[in-house]
């Protein structure tokens, strides 16, 4: 692991493959402008979110150490995260879906430790601190829907993917990252919308990660919990989003019943969302999850468990009805009346029992794919891996024994056996030939200079999934994103408007009581006309110390901002509201 992040005993649990999305905090980066931004956001948004959240939300910032003055620590938060089983790490942005969920089948939250501009203060596409820390964070303190979380995970990094998916999550993390970039221009943002637009628009049939990703968004990330009537917010994406989370409780927004035909619903990440699903209560949501995985080929198997993994064109594994797995990239199966006779991978293939691989059956021997039949040997009602020894030394398949075996659908075995694995019941799992050839009529699947033929054996494809069995059969840190986070080098303006943000902060936090407030409001009007949130910041001061005089300045001011820039207005009613109205009083969750 990185050497600058801090681990405990639920990181160290972390498979390495993982260990490559994760990047350093580095807390000193974020501006007091960032720290202004969270404090705003969270003190809104706990305001608003305390009578239309669910009620796991407010004790779960308790709980999870989330402050609403500060931008949480990953170090502070994972030592208390660790009381309730879960930990978090930092991520650049949008990481793939697979690796994703495989975090939070280990019981790890991704977060991005990013911060949204001051520009896009009430929503980002790009996932940042405050969507994720924020939103995700508090939820995971009910037992119940941490289980939900982690389970999704598990299932969801077993998730098939297209080729399709890829490209575009590349384009959606790429036009994520310019929407929040500062140097961003208008035309170039439109341009990847229209590439994102257009991949949305040109997926051919839904893989099974899409649809999963679609149960994902409409719960974890836009979900509502109650009744139709009286929902309550519970989705991160609502509970960090203080447009939305007020915009989704309004008859705007269309609440329909939660169930497994929210699969097939697709969403758009740039925009806020038209309809949101409403779930009676979280076991609601384990029920629809159980019931989507009953439809994946990690439960069915089958023909068109591996023909996901062809059209994935990804590593995948598949298990057969002996416990074997066999892992690769699938190129290919030879079917007959519907069923898998023959397949085939391209390049390194790992053999694996129970998710650990078998010795002597590693990439380095499979290094150029592996092919075997599957299915039962034809006249013979009893399945090889039925077979007890009398039963194989009868049908001749005992070692130093030269066979031929012939299996329903025509594929043909001839070769000397020269030895064979068995499972932990006892049940023969591969057969070594040599000097072995493998037909099916007129075409030869292996011939015998290509070295031994190890066959597979299993009657069934009882599962296919994404990824391989055994973790370490292959190397799996590789992931290279095409586009990074934009940090651009800070403007001397920049620097000082931030310098004005951090001594209004050390006055509130009393690390300094000698800055003249007046003064920092007579140079943010000569020098920062336009910006808002610190005026705001400087009003909460003046009012708690009845500065009469001070206050109607700053009252002043914004209203004049408010003029010049009338799509801040009700930000800045909405954050003078929070300071006037003592009823409302946050400080002390």
Avoid at 96 to 114: G, K
Avoid at 427 to 437: E, G, P, R, V
Avoid at 459 to 480: E, M, R, Y
Wanted: glycine share 8%; hydrophobic share 40%; net charge negative.
């Amino acid at each position: 692991m990185h050497s600058s992040i801090e681990s405990n005993t639920i990181l160290n649990r972390l498979p390495k493959h993982l260990l490559q999305f994760i990047k350093p905090q580095n807390y000193e980066d974020y501006s007091a402008i960032d720290q202004a931004v969270w404090r705003y956001v969270m003190r809104k948004n706990v305001d608003f979110l305390k009578t239309v959240a669910h009620e796991s939300y407010i004790e779960g910032l308790k709980q999870t150490g989330i402050s609403i003055d500060s931008i949480p620590n990953m170090y502070g938060m994972n030592r208390i995260l660790q009381d309730i089983g879960w930990a978090a790490v930092a991520v650049d942005g949008f990481i793939p879906p697979n690796a994703f969920m495989e975090f939070q089948a280990y019981n790890v939250l991704v977060i991005a430790s990013d911060i949204r501009q001051l520009e896009h203060i009430e929503y980002t596409p790009a996932p940042d601190i405050i969507h994720e820390g924020a939103g995700h964070a508090p939820i995971i303190a009910n037992p119940e829907y941490a289980e939900y979380l982690r389970r999704f995970g598990e299932i969801g990094c077993k998730a098939i993917s297209s080729a399709k998916d890829y490209e575009l999550y590349e384009a959606v993390r790429h036009l994520s990252i310019i929407k929040e970039a500062p140097s961003s221009n208008e035309a170039d943002i439109v341009s990847v919308e229209k590439k994102v637009e257009d991949l949305q628009n040109n997926m051919g049939e839904p893989s099974e990660m899409a649809l999963i990703r679609n149960l994902h968004w409409w719960t974890v990330e836009y979900g509502l919990i109650g009744t139709l009537e009286n929902p309550k917010i519970y989705g991160a994406g609502l509970l960090s989003s203080i447009g939305e989370s007020a915009w989704c409780m309004t008859d705007a927004v269309k609440k329909l019943p939660y169930h497994i035909e929210a699969t097939f619903k697709n969403f758009d990440i740039t925009k806020p969302q038209p309809q949101l699903f409403v779930t009676p209560d979280f076991a609601h949501l384990s029920l629809v999850l159980e019931a989507f995985a009953n439809t994946m080929a990690l439960r069915k198997g089958g023909l068109i468990g591996i023909n996901k993994l062809i059209q994935s064109k990804a590593l995948g594994t598949i298990e057969l009805s002996t416990g074997l797995q066999i892992s690769g990239v699938f190129t290919k199966v030879i079917e007959d009346h519907g069923n898998p006779i023959y397949f085939q991978t391209t390049g390194k293939t790992a053999l694996a029992y129970r998710e650990k691989e078998l010795v002597g059956h590693g990439t380095n021997t499979h290094g150029k794919g592996f092919g075997s039949p599957v299915g039962k040997l034809k006249g013979i009602n009893l399945a090889i891996e039925d077979m007890s020894p009398r039963d194989l030394s009868a049908y001749h398949i005992y070692e130093e024994k030269t066979v031929t075996l012939e299996f329903e659908g025509g594929i043909t075995v001839s070769g000397e056996i020269i030895t064979g694995k068995r499972n932990l019941q006892g049940k023969i799992i591969l057969i070594s030939f040599k000097n072995c050839t493998v037909k099916r009529d007129n075409t030869v699947l292996f011939k015998p200079e290509w070295g031994i033929f190890d066959m597979a054996v299993g009657k069934h494809i009882v599962s296919a999934f994404s990824g391989p069995a055994d973790l370490n059969s292959f190397d799996l840190i590789t992931h290279v994103p095409s586009s990074k986070t934009i940090h651009i080098k800070k403007t001397s303006e920049q620097l000082k408007l931030e310098m004005l943000y951090g001594q209004v902060r050390d006055y509130r936090e009393g690390k300094n009581k000698t800055i003249s407030r007046t003064k920092v409001l007579e140079q943010l009007m000569d020098e920062f006309p336009n910006d808002w949130l610190l005026p705001v910041e400087l009003y909460e001061l003046a009012f708690i110390g009845n500065e009469t005089k001070l206050c109607d300045a700053i009252l002043n001011h914004l209203e004049t901002i408010k003029q010049s820039k009338p799509e801040v207005g009700r930000l800045i009613d909405d954050g003078l509201g929070i300071i006037t109205d003592t009823s409302k009083a946050i400080d002390n969750l």
